[in-house]
């Protein structure tokens, strides 16, 4: 049976090119393997792809019961396969706290490591065969790094993710600085898409006791693009928490370059989480949070009702 491989839905670059990344060594080690997709990849992961020749995953919306699978770049069943419980779990890859909620079939490989990035991970975990990779999943590897360390600006970053990632560009004489601004360009652009899309594209469910919140950061080098369409997607707000049976939708907009995020206010609750979780008082229908940028370790954590 083909082992499918995938990361969690609304893929970013890290939960498109590790499922890549690990399809390669599982194959290189003479396993059937397949990486597969939970959603369209943002604009971010595309450019990646294009930019490395890699065929886009094929998108899948839910895996059979039995069906051999790997999990990389996160552990909540909220974000997997509606029947996950029911597939063959034979491994999980993440960086992300354990949330618990997925039952296996039998003992599983499970590495989860405090480290800013996925393939990070897995280049550990390839040993010498790390040594074969050829220039697209190096390229794949180098990109997932650079966007979830924000190219070293995020405070998840570890010397293991750097050093890494130095190695790679070495290895592809990759200029990290230009190739980072070309990633966070791409992922800046956000023209096409509805305000409902841009909610959901890079989104977490998260719940604070009884309330449920999506959990939507956008980083962008280009933050007032988004922040012009800030009333529109304050009700958009509202009709996708609606329609994906949340309390609320959060929205950070990360300014990668300032190294700040804009938390949009359009109501009581979130005026309430935002002074709760972030030590702030919002006056406005945005705050600004000097310092934030991580959704893993400086937003989530922090949130209180």
């Given at each position: 049976m083909t082992t499918l491989v995938f990361g969690h839905k609304s893929p970013d670059t890290d939960s498109t090119g590790s499922p890549l990344i690990w399809e390669w060594f599982l194959t290189h080690t003479g396993h059937d393997a397949k990486a597969v997709l939970l959603g369209e990849p943002n604009t971010e992961a595309a450019f990646m792809l294009e930019r490395w020749n890699l065929a886009k995953p094929e998108i899948i919306s839910d895996v059979e019961a039995g069906q051999?699978?790997?999990?990389?770049?996160?552990?909540?069943?909220?974000e997997l396969p509606e029947?996950?419980?029911?597939?063959?779990?034979?491994?999980?890859?993440?960086?992300h706290k354990l949330?618990?909620?997925?039952?296996?079939?039998?003992?599983?490989?499970?590495?989860?490591?405090?480290?800013?990035?996925?393939?990070?991970?897995?280049?550990d975990l390839m040993g010498e065969h790390a040594g074969h990779m050829p220039e697209s999943i190096k390229g794949a590897m180098l990109s997932c790094i650079l966007s979830d360390t924000l190219e070293f600006r995020s405070p998840t970053t570890t010397g293991a993710d750097q050093s890494l990632a130095e190695k790679l560009a070495a290895d592809l004489g990759i200029n990290i600085a230009d190739y980072a601004a070309e990633m966070f360009a791409a992922k800046s652009d956000v023209s096409a898409f509805?305000?409902?899309?841009?909610?959901?594209?890079?989104?977490?469910?998260?719940?604070?006791?009884?309330?449920?919140?999506?959990?939507?950061?956008?980083?962008?080098?280009?933050?007032?693009?988004?922040?012009d369409r800030k009333a529109s997607l304050m009700q958009a707000m509202e009709t996708v928490a609606r329609e994906d049976g949340v309390d609320q939708v959060l929205l950070f907009v990360v300014d990668i370059l300032n190294e700040e995020a804009t938390m949009l206010i359009p109501n009581e609750l979130t005026k309430q989480v935002a002074e709760k979780s972030f030590a702030t008082i919002c006056s406005e229908d945005t705050v600004v949070l000097p310092g934030i940028m991580s959704r893993k370790k400086q937003i989530i954590p922090n949130l209180a009702v």
């Open positions: 051999e699978c790997v999990i990389v770049d996160t552990n909540n069943p909220a029947n996950i419980n029911a597939a063959d779990v034979r491994a999980i890859i993440d960086h949330v618990g909620g997925l039952e296996t079939a039998g003992p599983i490989d499970i590495t989860i490591r405090p480290l800013a990035c996925t393939a990070t991970i897995m280049h509805s305000d409902a899309e841009l909610l959901r594209m890079d989104s977490k469910e998260y719940a604070v006791g009884d309330t449920k919140f999506r959990v939507s950061v956008l980083e962008t080098t280009a933050p007032q693009l988004v922040l």
